[in-house]
């Protein structure tokens, strides 16, 4: 089999968290669109129920939608359940539901840091795991979780302490399952994105104003489109790069660079 056709994800099974919207959403049509069946995963089932048939209809993927808390160890344990039961099996998953508070750290409430870490990364460790017991079970698999260039630099000028240090830790918890699950055909990674255009940035009021600050500091001068996350997503989630575990991917257009 050729390099490329390796690249491609037809008859996997993946299931992609934070799937409504943004970067998750764009995922999922990448995965589709290589040939995955893909189970979108979201909070906000309404969402997820809409990008599924959207996904479906412009890949003819087998899509199905599903709602969970990612910071609920039940709704997780029955998602992942679902999504085998479904297509039986789980190739590849992509942990990627995500939140971010902006508050000063000296004013920022214990409620506020709890939530972040609880859906950054605590989510992280539940989803994870659960699909790793599954992958360690079959044999195979390649998790993929979404850090951010937070966990490597305090990108000023918006205090977000929580989101800072929830990132980091999904970078080393990718990194503790890789080692822990190397010998088993388990691979874990994440990918670390710069600023991304997506909801969570432009509808966010307070980061509104920030914005022409960071097209100002970036390297390219501009914020990067989740359509520039897909290519090395669908990279992690096939069979091309079995070496590949352990890494931290950064895809920032150089912002951390300097
Ligand atoms: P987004 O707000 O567009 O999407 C996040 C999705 O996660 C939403 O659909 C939301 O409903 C879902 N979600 C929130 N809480 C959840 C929960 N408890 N359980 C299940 N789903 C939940 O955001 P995005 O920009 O697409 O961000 C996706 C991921 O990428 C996040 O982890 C974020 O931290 C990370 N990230 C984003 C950027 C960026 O600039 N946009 C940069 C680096 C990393």
Known sequence: ?????????????????????????????????????????????????????????????????????????EQVEAMVAKVVETYGKLDACYNNAGICINEDAEKMTYEQWLKVININLNGVFLCATAAGRVMLKQGYGSIINTASMSGHIVNVPQPQCAYNASKAGVIMLTKSLAVEWAKKNVRVNCISPGYIGTELILNNEGLKPLMKQWNDMAPMGRVGKPEELQSILVYLAGDSCPFTTGSDIVVDGAFTCF
């Open 1 to 73: 089999m050729g390099i490329i056709e390796k690249m491609r994800l037809d008859g996997k099974a993946i299931y992609v968290t934070g799937a409504a919207s943004g970067i998750g959403k764009c995922a999922a049509m990448a995965f589709a669109e290589a040939g995955a069946d893909v189970a979108i995963v979201d909070i906000n089932l309404e969402g997820a129920q809409k990008v599924a048939e959207e996904i479906k209809e412009a890949t003819g993927s087998n899509t199905i939608a599903i709602q969970c808390d990612v910071t609920n160890q």
